[in-house]
């Protein structure tokens, strides 16, 4: 895949193909990635693009080391009227994110806040620089977290912490978001990104019928009880064995060598 099919790809959203890893920079520095109306449409469009390409196996979603993003574009929003809000499509793009098939890996450096930390949290994996910074602010500007951070916040860390965050708008360290298991790991700013693009190498590297029904597994266990999910995930077990890629990784361990996976 190369850029010139990637009509995603505009000056503040940076798309590109590395392999078969898609890499998607947030480029609008003089607002710390702000997440305005444009930059959130190009990213829709950048991941249906890495949706619909065979080679594309795993997704990197980054920002600068200063800001992975500050939220949603406060100067968009601030005039705004009910209707206006509730007739806009803007927060559904943070859902179509999340409802990606693809793993994703959010790189973030610097501020995660409001829509930014929405964001990383609608990724399936956070890599995170020592300098990163997650909250959800959006109290201290009268409203309340509205791309899902009420509910993957709480979720993920808890209602106590998630309480604290989002009530009184504390801020979680990179440490402290790796202590609450908000974060896969926490790295040196210089790495961030380079790591991040390891770990969705390393995920590429994997059957991917088989990455794909292991994430749909794992998030539906945030939502189904245990019998269903334990149902749910004992039928995409028996169905990968309608794969080739299962019948090559079992065969590669009886050889004793390195699999060979094809993706179907
Ligand atoms: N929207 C629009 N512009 C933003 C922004 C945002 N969310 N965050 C930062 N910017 C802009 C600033 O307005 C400023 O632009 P100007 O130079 O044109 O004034 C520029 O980015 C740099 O910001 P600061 O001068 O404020 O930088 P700082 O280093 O002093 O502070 C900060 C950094 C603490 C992140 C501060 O910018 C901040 O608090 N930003 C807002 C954070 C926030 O409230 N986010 C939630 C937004 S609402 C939301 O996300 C709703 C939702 O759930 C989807």
Same mark, same amino acid.
């Given at each position: 895949m190369d850029r010139s099919? #990637?009509? +995603? !790809?505009?000056?503040?959203?940076l798309v590109e193909a590395e392999g078969p890893v898609g890499v998607i920079t947030l480029n609008r520095p003089a607002a710390l990635n702000a997440l305005n109306h444009s930059i959130m449409e190009a990213m829709v469009e950048a991941l249906e693009d890495f949706e619909r390409a065979p080679s594309i196996r795993s997704i990197v979603i980054a920002g600068s080391a200063k800001a992975f993003a500050a939220g949603a574009d406060i100067k968009e929003m601030e005039k705004a009227t009910v209707a206006e809000m509730s007739r806009d499509p803007h927060l559904s793009r943070w859902d179509r994110v999340g409802k990606c098939p693809k793993p994703l890996i959010a790189a973030v450096s610097?501020?995660?806040l409001g829509g930014g930390c929405e964001l990383a949290m609608a990724c399936d #994996?956070?890599?995170? +620089?020592?300098t990163a910074v997650f909250g959800q602010p959006e109290i201290m500007i009268g409203v309340i977290p509205g791309?899902?951070? &009420?509910q993957r916040?709480? =979720? /993920? $860390?808890?209602? &106590?912490?998630?309480? *604290?965050? /989002?009530?009184?708008?504390r801020r979680l360290s990179a440490?402290?978001?790796?202590?609450?298991?908000? $974060? !896969? =790991?926490?790295?040196?700013? *210089?790495s961030f990104l380079d790591e991040a693009k390891k770990l969705a190498h390393e995920i590429a590297a994997q059957p991917p019928i088989a990455v794909r029904m292991a994430k749909e597994a794992v998030l539906k266990a945030l939502d189904m009880d245990l019998d269903t999910g334990l149902a749910f995930e004992r039928k995409l077990f028996y169905s990968l064995f309608d794969t080739e890629d299962q019948k090559e990784g079992m065969r590669a361990f009886m050889e004793k060598r390195a699999a060979r996976f094809i993706g179907k």
């Open positions: 099919q #990637l009509a +995603s !790809n505009t000056k503040e959203l610097g501020f995660a #994996l956070i890599v995170a +620089s020592e791309a899902g951070g &009420t916040l709480t =979720r /993920i $860390v808890g209602k &106590t912490l998630a309480m *604290e965050m /989002i009530l009184a708008g440490r402290g978001a790796l202590a609450h298991g908000l $974060v !896969n =790991r926490v790295v040196p700013v *210089e």
